[in-house]
């Protein structure tokens, strides 16, 4: 969960590359916090936010990858 004293009220956020438009099973990520990614569910952008370390999040995707 996001820490109260991170405000992400202007986060830029990006949906994932695998969205196919049709409200899917989405995350969201928001860029430029050096050392930690925001993540949320692109359904619920009022919904709470998952804090992830920088280094473990490019491990985590290179093992979500679909080949």
Known sequence: MAS???DLS???WRKSS???GDGGNCLEVAEAHPG???VRDSK???G???IVNAAAWAPF???V???
């Open 44 to 46: 619920c952008p009022h």
């Open 10 to 12: 202007a986060a830029a």
């Open 61 to 63: 995707v290179e093992a």
């Open 4 to 6: 109260p004293d991170l």
């Open 18 to 20: 695998h969205s196919n």
């Open 36 to 38: 930690i990614v925001p």
């Open 65 to 67: 990858k679909m080949p």
């Open 48 to 50: 709470p936010v998952l």
